[in-house]
């Protein structure tokens, strides 16, 4: 508690309330606008946390994190266009609640919905991250070996629609990890003579370039029309009645996205549609789910910002991300000199109560913040693209080359780039091409650090309890995901 | 066709990864499987993969749902990225990125003469008070930052 009201204070500080302040702006505007969404935000914003200290710097990314989740509401209510995939069940009621006139309404109740599943996941996140952390202390290379091998098993099969295609994508993200200098021996790979290509791809480049310039490049491609924006707003707001109708659906909703934000790949984007689904299913009201029913509104946004508190939980505990943007927080951490995982609790827990304080700062200033520009906020949506979108190209060039001054990682962030436009294009995920990216060097060190231990022996995998629980659950995941592929390919 | 071509430069990635990993194989180990291990595995994974991609009948539209646009202007668009890079390279930040700025505006944008006024206003302002933001206040060494 002390360690926390120190974090607390320290982020209470004028100069790092304004660039907190000044993140969460952006967060928003990023959330907000179709297009962009808060993956983008952190990519962008991973390079300029170098210039503040471990605590704040990685305090300003889960401000943008949280951000960026919480302003899809606005484009989703009133464009029917989620501006992140987190609220695309948003759009069910909201919007037709914001056609009946009811957008004040509409826009309040995913506000509190949105603060109040952020912060029943981060009391989740408190309570069982050190619980986590400290089962982790007992792991051994082969526990990380196995766990790394089966987060990317997860992320492979769970995402998408396509296992082929979620496979493939994390395995191109894991040979990507291997140029440059291996672990244990650093012996050089992959640099095919290019001295610059020796020293490996940068996470940084390869963050942006993968997240942010093939959403740019499709931004260019498919500019679209200037928006006519209805922001005549009026209604009645929230009222306690609603609330306290809505507690359950609130806590249920949460207690869902913070599930299945802990699952590697799936975090938001799938964690709102099945709080959406769990919550018409339950309701006496099912057939008024999708007219403008307040219920649907609690449910997507209290578990897309829940999904938060449930992808933060392995990252810190266990070191493992759950989502595309933890997996670029790792990045942060890399940049300051950190590695998460249970040593974190031990070594430097201010950084751990600095994120936690950060997340609940943000979802206050998020509510404050959007509450109080109710009526203001959504004309961000009115900002002309063709503006938007070249300085952002800016910005990103700026922060590939900041992070280590080499023009050559300009030339690899647009390689990623292009190779995520096509890859999207096609329908692969991007998720599992990042943790590939991330959990490879993981999983090769634990592994080799492993075998060197047993002189070769794998049993270990299956005798030691942890590795027998990872491994078993990786190969039953393949079966599943094999069932689910046959059973598909039986259908048509 | 997109899908199998992609498909087809993936299999060629893990031939790549296959048959260059031997090179690094260790001698003496101790039980370390050395450096070509992991990526002779991620490579028979990967050509294995790519090959049910390449003969999976597609069950769905392949491509995304955007029809892309082959405009000259949307083509240029994309080109001047790496040329902003190139720029960025060789006439620094500030001239580069009002130079890159103004061009993807009136790419983008409208044509009219007040408008590109105003764009080269706009991208003139935008480079000059960034990169003095990022030298000055935040301390980032750009190549080329004016004044």
């Given at each position: 508690m ?13 100069q790092t309330?304004?660039?907190l ?17 808060a993956?983008?935000a952190v990519?962008?914003?991973?390079p300029?946390?170098?210039l ?21 509401l ?13 609220s ?13 006139g ?8 995913g ?15 408190v ?7 400290g089962?982790?202390l ?15 098993a997860?992320v492979?099969?769970?995402?998408g629609d396509?296992m ?22 650093g012996?050089?790979r ?12 940068g996470?940084?480049?390869?963050m ?5 310039l093939?959403?740019l490049?499709?931004?260019i491609?498919?500019?679209?029309p200037?928006r006519?924006?209805?922001l005549k ?8 009645r609603e ?14 996205g913070?599930g ?9 984007a ?7 689904a ?6 006496k ?13 609690w449910?997507?946004?209290?578990a897309n ?10 990252l810190?505990?266990?070191g493992?991300?759950g989502d595309?943007?933890?997996?670029m ?19 430097t827990?201010d950084?751990i109560?600095a994120i ?6 943000t ?12 009526r203001?906020f ?18 990103t ?8 001054f ?19 294009r096609y329908?692969?995920?991007?998720a ?5 990216f991330?959990?490879g ?7 080799r ?20 629980l ?10 599943f ?12 | ?11 060629l ?6 048959f ?5 194989q ?8 050395g450096p ?7 490579g028979?994974?990967m050509?294995?993969?790519?090959l ?7 069950q769905?539209?392949?491509d995304?749902?955007?029809?892309l646009?082959?405009?000259p202007?949307?083509v240029?668009?994309?080109l001047?990225?790496p040329?902003?890079?190139l720029?960025?390279q ?6 580069a ?12 944008g ?5 408008l590109?006024?105003?764009y080269?206003l706009?991208?003139a302002?935008?480079s000059l008070?960034?990169?003095?933001i ?14």
């Amino acid at each position: 508690m002390p360690l926390f009201l120190d974090s607390l204070t320290q982020l209470l500080q004028w100069q790092t309330m304004a660039s907190l302040l000044a993140v969460v702006m952006m967060g928003l505007l990023f959330g907000a606008l179709p297009g962009l969404n808060a993956t983008m935000a952190v990519a962008i914003l991973l390079p300029i946390t170098v210039l503040f200290d471990q605590s704040t710097g990685l305090a300003l990314l889960v401000a943008a994190y949280v951000s960026g989740v919480s302003g899809g509401l606005v484009s989703a209510t009133l464009l029917r266009i989620p501006g992140t995939p987190s609220s695309i069940a948003t759009t069910f009621d909201a919007y037709p609640l914001a056609q009946r006139g009811l957008a004040v309404k509409a826009l309040g109740t995913g506000m509190l919905a949105s603060f109040s599943g952020g912060v029943i996941s981060l009391l989740i996140l408190v309570f069982f991250a050190p619980v986590v952390a400290g089962l982790a202390l007992a792991f051994g290379p082969f526990e990380y070996a196995a766990l790394a091998a089966l987060a990317l098993a997860m992320v492979g099969v769970m995402s998408g629609d396509n296992m082929v295609k979620g496979l493939l994508a994390a395995l191109l993200g894991m040979a990507l990890s291997f140029v440059g200098f291996a672990p244990i021996d650093g012996a050089p790979r992959f640099g095919f003579g290019l001295g610059e290509l020796n020293a490996g791809i940068g996470m940084l480049p390869f963050m942006v370039g993968l997240f942010a310039l093939p959403q740019l490049m499709r931004e260019i491609i498919r500019l679209p029309p200037a928006r006519k924006l209805d922001l005549k707003l009026s209604g009645m707001g929230v009222t306690l009645r609603e609330i306290r109708q809505n507690l359950l659906t609130l806590f249920r909703s949460a207690l869902i996205g913070t599930g299945i934000g802990v699952l590697p790949g799936i975090g938001g984007a799938a964690s709102n549609l099945v709080a959406y689904a769990v919550a018409k299913k339950s309701s006496k009201e099912e057939s008024s789910f999708g007219q403008g029913n307040v219920a649907g509104i609690w449910a997507s946004e209290s578990a897309n910002n829940a999904s938060i508190g449930g992808a933060l939980l392995p990252l810190l505990a266990l070191g493992i991300p759950g989502d595309g943007v933890t997996a670029m927080l790792i990045g942060g951490f890399e940049i300051h000199g950190l590695q998460p995982g249970p040593m974190l609790f031990l070594n430097t827990p201010d950084v751990i109560y600095a994120i936690y304080a950060a997340f609940l700062i943000t979802a206050i200033i998020v509510l404050v913040l959007q509450f109080s520009t109710l009526r203001l906020f959504p004309r961000i949506l009115l900002i002309p693209r063709h503006y938007l979108v070249p300085v952002l190209i800016v910005l990103t060039a700026v922060g590939a080359y900041a992070a280590e001054f080499r023009f050559f990682d300009l030339w690899v962030m647009l390689g990623v780039g292009m190779l995520g436009f096509f890859l999207e294009r096609y329908r692969f995920p991007l998720a599992p091409v990042v943790l590939g990216f991330v959990m490879g060097p993981l999983l090769e060190e634990n592994l080799r650090r492993a075998l060197v231990l047993t002189k070769g022996d794998m049993s270990p995998f299956l005798t030691r309890p942890y590795a027998a629980l990872f491994s078993i659950t990786i190969l039953l995941l393949f079966a599943f995901g094999l069932w689910k592929f046959l059973s598909r390919k039986g259908k048509t | 066709m997109g899908v199998r071509i992609l498909a087809g430069i993936l299999l060629l990635m893990a031939g790549i990864l296959v048959f260059t990993a031997p090179a690094l194989q260790l001698e003496d180990s101790l039980g370390d499987p050395g450096p070509a291990l992991l990526p002779r595995i991620a490579g028979i994974c990967m050509a294995a993969l790519s090959l049910i991609l390449f003969l999976q009948t597609p069950q769905q539209p392949e491509d995304a749902d955007e029809v892309l646009e082959k405009r000259p202007v949307i083509v240029l668009s994309l080109l001047a990225i790496p040329l902003y890079y190139l720029a960025f390279q060789w006439l620094g930040y500030t001239l580069a990125t009002a130079l890159y700025l103004f061009a993807a505006f009136c790419l983008l944008g409208g044509r009219q003469p007040m408008l590109r006024f105003r764009y080269g206003l706009v991208a003139a302002a935008f480079s000059l008070a960034s990169g003095l933001i990022f030298a000055r206040l935040l301390n980032l060494p750009l190549p080329g930052v004016l004044p």
